[in-house]
């Protein structure tokens, strides 16, 4: 059953080298997997396309993509890769190791055996445990606090509402019109949907890794603005827009 090539993993690298090979050498060994598209900015880093570069020579799968200025930032990451996938499912994921491709066998298991789930979730939060290893204590209790605030108005079952890895079914992910471009494209692919009955949820845990390889982008200002997505969805809820 595992071996159904139906998914696509988009990788999102812009200065990762030895972490990206890790990841998507990773990736490679799964049987189920269709192809693999690293989708970069047009800022991406020599040393980073020098690495995608060897691997898209060595292995047939894989395809190396720079992002149109039409499609910028994070999200624009993602839809962009999304105009190359034809596969029932995608995934999307940091070249950068913190989202570990090890748990992706379980995502993709999970809606094979349950054709009803649109959505599979890797949550930093399901196990419990409110401070996340090698996260900062700050960042770690803002984070739980801002994924409590959205069980509360949208669905008490999920844990992890900002995590930029999921698994999704790709034609019920294409049917929303989502408009960020940033970090909080994570936020809102998530919040969107639930607006609909039809969207089914599972969670898997995932630990965190935080990356040795390139710098991150996302820092406390870009937090704080997942309360402009938050705000936004809450209203379309409520006046049921």
């Known amino acids: ?37 690293i989708v970069s900015p047009n800022f991406v880093t020599i040393e980073c396309l020098k690495t995608q570069k060897v691997l898209s020579e060595k292995y047939s799968n894989i395809e190396c993509l720079i992002q149109s200025e039409k499609y910028p930032g994070y999200g624009g990451a ?40 649109n959505i599979v979730n890797a949550s930093r939060f399901k196990n419990k445990n409110i401070i996340i290893e090698g996260y900062g204590l700050v960042s770690s209790i803002l984070t ?13 079952k999920i844990t992890d509402y900002t995590v930029g890895y999921r698994l ?24 969107l949907p639930l607006l609909n009955e039809e969207t089914k949820v599972s969670e898997v845990y995932y630990k965190w890794i935080k990356r040795s390889d390139g710098e991150s982008r996302n820092n406390l200002l870009n937090k704080l ?10 209203y379309l809820k409520i006046f049921k827009i």
């Open 1 to 37: 059953m595992l071996n159904n090539k139906e998914l696509t993993a988009l990788v999102l690298a812009s200065n990762e080298t030895f972490s990206l090979e890790k990841v998507v050498k990773k990736l490679l060994s799964f049987k189920f997997l269709e192809k693999i598209i």
């Open 78 to 117: 993602v839809k962009y890769g999304l105009n190359f996938v034809n596969t029932k499912y995608f995934c999307w994921l940091d070249g950068d190791g913190e989202t570990d491709p090890s748990y992706l066998e379980n995502m993709y298991k999970i809606v094979l055996e349950n054709q009803n789930i």
């Open 144 to 156: 739980y606090t801002f994924q409590l605030f959205c069980k509360i108005f949208f669905n008490n």
């Open 168 to 191: 999704y079914k790709t034609e019920y992910f294409r049917k929303f019109n989502y408009t960020s471009y940033d970090q909080n494209f994570s936020l809102e692919t998530l919040l």
């Open 225 to 234: 603005s997942y309360f402009k997505i938050f705000f936004k969805i809450l």
